[in-house]
């Protein structure tokens, strides 16, 4: 089992930046991939970001690379989304999410996801 858990949504204006986490717990790490993806409501959740534990990432190339940045920590077993140049359509619930091994876009490939946080981007 691993257990996710996000930090650092809130309010900022287009432009603007901000910097989401998640805490992983549980069973060890090694070999896990951490996603964000995101929910805007009305729509279905999005890969936003990915990154195994080497540190090889994937981004969701068209709506937020070379805006958002992936890292992750894994002597403090947090994975972090830097998120500059914020755009309204933005906006969304971001969920950290886990599986083994290898980055997937898709959202039912990951077994384990936090309960969220709230991003608010205000033009």
């Known amino acids: 089992q691993v257990q996710l858990e996000e930090s650092g949504g809130g309010l900022v204006q287009a432009g603007g930046s901000l910097r989401v986490s998640c805490a992983a717990s549980g069973r060890t790490l090694r070999n896990t991939v951490l996603g964000w993806f995101r929910q805007a409501p009305g729509k279905e959740r999005e890969f936003v970001a990915g990154?195994?534990?080497?540190?090889?990432?994937?981004y969701n190339s068209n709506s937020v690379k070379g805006r958002f940045t992936i890292s992750r920590d894994n002597a403090k077993n947090t994975v972090y989304l830097q998120m500059d140049t914020l755009k309204p359509e933005d906006t969304a619930v971001y969920y950290c999410a886990a599986r083994l091994y290898s980055i997937s876009t898709m959202v039912g490939a990951y077994n384990y996801w936090g309960q969220g946080t709230q991003v608010t981007v205000s033009s």
């Open positions: 990154i195994t534990w080497s540190g090889e990432n994937l």
